[in-house]
């Protein structure tokens, strides 16, 4: 007999058994994408860390024209907002940016109001304005200005006059950490310096020091002098050449499928060097004094600001179309978009629609098609099971009947007025005006459904930071599930990779199973050894140790991420009217289910204990 011949060929071989067992092992490895290459790029196994798949895209800003470096993130807050709400706190899921980073870059002939703001310089380069981190911190915008908020700093102040000279204004930012407090004779000799002499507010600004010191948050463009004003001469105005109100998403498509937006009957259209606006000039006003004393002229009115965005060319005092397309006042900023537009439903006339930029549809989304788009998706109607994909915003004015294929996924916010038995994801917020019935919704912020019924019932909900909505569940009973104070795109990785350790542990059992009788083979008296035996033994015991080492490594990581999977700051859920019974609550790994009715009640995590506690509603 050759020695390097099985002693059987039958499919009860050992070795038969052995090789078909790791063959099959492999294939599997192969068709569900878990071989060792790619577990390595996804970080499962190896020195790289786990990625989770957020949406990243450079974003240029459509109001200041801002355009962010790959990968920086940062935080727009209202105008309404005050500068001294905004903390460390609330910007605790940002990166990052290293001291000297570069943030954005904007046109250095850019029209639109906006500049630096605190720990952020702005230098001139290759035509471009370049906003560069003066420390290490977060950034965000706040009313026309890019700001970046340090982690540590000492605490420091700012003292701007008004171009007429009639004002004076401060901006204190507290210590952080061990930096030191704001000295208010230190301020005073600026003010010397300054050559501010006259109508100084020495109560108030001790006020603003004392309470920028003890609430530890930043004051901004506090009063601390004022001056005699002058009489200023009436405002600059823009006349339009269109009403910007009266616009409505009504299009007509030529029958070789192009838009005519000459034929639209609602929506502004210009054609190009047709002329949309016309800056007047302001007027003069009367003479005054200033808050150093010195007699000043008045000042003549504020010239009005119109920017001439994309598509729009600007000749001294006039604003005309530059290209044929949709005309667009996005506050201070005058466009004409190119913007695909679908006028009716998106069907088989249709297809699925993808474009690198906003989407509009004047009708609806059958089933079975796909919406996808670069920037916002906007649908004027409801949508039949579908599935959109936005990297911004998707807004809907009707509903979602998802019957329990409907997908929607945003890069920011989602807004429509009902969901039922559909799955919604956003990064951003999700706003339902009306009710949402049996469907799963994701959420990275809030979720807001406080209007009309505004009622979530069956389903599943994961909203991050909180959710507020006027009924949870309903008088019939219906399981409602709600969750808050997750990432749900961790919590999302975390069960592919609980998948991928499990199917290394099957395997590895497969393997186990089949050495067995092996390794009874080989330790009987007759076992006879064979270079293709060898290469079979070989090949499995390296593939068990491959697996071994593969499920160590994954299960270490998960464990890992697992710590980043409940967000460290508050979040609550907020019942305007009434929690139903069979309404379940988690809340950062806590569990409550609702036995009986509530009325108007808040529910979070108790500070102290971890635990869920549940109190009275106070407007």
């Keep these: 007999m050759n020695p390097s011949t099985p002693q059987s060929s039958g499919p009860d071989n050992p070795f038969n058994r052995l090789e078909d067992e790791l063959n099959e092992i492999e294939m599997a490895e192969i068709l569900q994408d878990k ?124 003292l701007k006059i008004s171009p007429d000279g009639m004002t004076a204004w401060i901006d204190c930012w507290p210590a952080y950490g061990s930096g030191k407090p704001l000295d208010l004779d230190i301020i005073h000799a600026a003010l010397e310096q300054n050559k501010i002499h006259h109508g100084i507010l020495y109560a108030a600004l001790k006020k603003i ?98 920017v001439a965005g994309q598509g729009v060319l600007q000749q001294e005092d006039n604003y005309t179309a530059a290209i044929e397309g949709h005309v667009m006042l996005n506050g201070n900023v005058l466009e004409v ?7 009716g439903d998106v069907d088989f006339s249709t297809g699925n629609v993808s474009f690198n930029g906003n989407v509009v549809i004047t009708g609806s989304v059958m089933e079975g098609f796909e919406v996808k788009a670069d920037g916002d998706i906007t649908i004027n109607k409801s949508i039949d099971p579908c599935r959109l994909e936005a990297g911004r915003d998707i807004q809907i004015k009707g509903g979602v009947q998802g019957r329990g294929k409907g997908i929607l996924i945003a890069g920011r916010d989602i807004s429509v007025e009902y969901v039922q038995n559909a799955r919604l994801e956003a990064q951003g917020n999700i706003q339902i005006r009306n009710f949402a019935v049996n469907s799963t919704l994701y959420t990275s912020k809030k979720l807001s459904i406080t209007e009309m019924r505004g009622m979530i019932v069956g389903g599943e909900t994961f909203a991050q930071q909180g959710l507020e909505a006027k009924c949870l569940g309903s008088s019939a009973g219906t399981k409602t599930y709600i969750e808050v104070g997750t990432d749900f795109l961790v919590g999302r990785k975390i069960q592919e990779m609980e998948q991928t350790a499990a199917f290394c542990r099957n395997n590895l059992a497969k393997i186990e199973n089949a050495l067995r009788p092996v390794a009874e083979l080989l330790l009987s008296a007759n076992a006879v050894q064979g270079d293709a035996r060898n290469a079979i033994l070989k090949k499995t015991l390296e593939k068990k140790k491959q697996l071994e080492t593969h499920e160590k490594t994954i299960q270490a990581k998960l464990d890992h991420l697992k710590t980043q999977l409940i967000q460290t700051h508050p979040c609550s859920i907020k019942v305007l009217d009434t929690c139903f019974p069979d309404v379940i609550i988690r809340i950062k790994g806590q569990n409550m289910v ?7 009640i808040i529910i979070q995590e108790n500070p102290t204990t971890g635990e869920i506690m549940v109190s009275p509603l106070i407007k």
């Design 35 to 158: 071989t060792e290459d790619v577990l390595a790029e996804k970080g499962f196994i190896g020195d790289k860390p786990v990625a989770i798949e957020r949406t990243k895209h450079v974003e240029t800003t459509e109001k200041e024209k801002l355009r962010f470096e790959p990968g920086m993130e940062y935080e727009r807050f209202p105008e309404k907002t005050k500068l001294e709400e905004i903390t460390l706190e609330s910007l605790r899921h940002l990166k990052e940016i290293p001291k000297g980073t570069l943030i954005a870059t904007r046109k250095k002939d850019d029209k639109s109001h906006f500049s630096k703001g605190m720990n952020v310089s702005m230098e001139i380069a290759e035509g471009q304005e370049r906003y560069v981190a003066d420390i290490k911190g977060k950034a965000f915008i706040h009313n026309n200005k890019l700001h970046l908020l340090p982690a540590d700093a000492d605490a420091h102040f700012n």
């Design 209 to 306: 020091v004392e309470t920028a010191n003890a609430s530890q948050q930043p004051i901004q463009d506090a009063v601390i002098a004022s001056g005699t004003p002058s009489l200023k001469g009436e405002d600059g105005r823009i006349d339009f050449a269109f009403n910007i109100a009266e616009q409505k998403q009504d299009f007509k498509i030529l029958p070789d499928g192009r838009i005519d937006y000459r034929s639209c009957m609602n929506i502004i259209t210009a054609k190009p060097g047709q002329q949309l606006a016309k800056a007047v000039a302001p007027k003069e006003g009367r003479p005054g004094s200033t808050i150093l004393g010195t007699p000043l002229k008045a000042d003549p009115g504020k010239p009005a600001i119109l």
């Design 337 to 343: 978009l190119q913007v695909y537009i679908v006028n």
């Design 594 to 600: 609702f036995q009986a009715e509530r009325e108007r």
